[in-house]
Nanobody, 117 residues
Framework: QVQLVESGGGSVQPGGSLRLSCAAS????????MGWYRQAPGKQRELVAG???????SYADSVKGRFTISRDNAKNTVYLQMNSLKPEDTAVYYC???????????WGQGTQVTVSS
């Protein structure tokens, strides 16, 4: 069992930055594939960025070059650095931990990110 707690959301103007954090507890954090997803009102949840246990990363095309995912296994924490934010980045952002092809799959409660002038 894994518990995930996100923090760092908030309101920011277009062009601004935020850093989201996701603290994990309850299991061996380092073996999990970690991901950040987001869900905007009326839209499906989508994968924003992922990072493997070996720290290989992947990004949605819409955030490439602006967002950076990283992990600190010593702190059981994954981060999402978001720069050059746009209004279309407004969503609830969720942290996810997964292994064995989804056999083990855990979600945080979500944190709101609002980008508006």
């Amino acid at each position: 069992q894994v518990q995930l707690v996100e923090s760092g959301g908030g309101s920011v103007q277009p062009g601004g930055s935020l850093r989201l954090s996701c603290a994990a507890s309850g299991s061996i954090f380092s073996i999990f594939v970690m991901g950040w997803y987001r869900q905007a009102p009326g839209k499906q949840r989508e994968l924003v960025a992922g990072i493997t246990s070996g720290s290989s990363t992947s990004y949605a095309d819409s955030v490439k070059g602006r967002f950076t995912i990283s992990r600190d296994n010593a702190k059981n924490t994954v981060y999402l650095q978001m720069n050059s934010l746009k209004p279309e980045d407004t969503a609830v952002y969720y942290c996810n931990a997964e292994r064995l092809g989804g056999k083990y799959n855990y979600w945080g409660q979500g944190t709101q990110v609002t980008v508006s002038s």
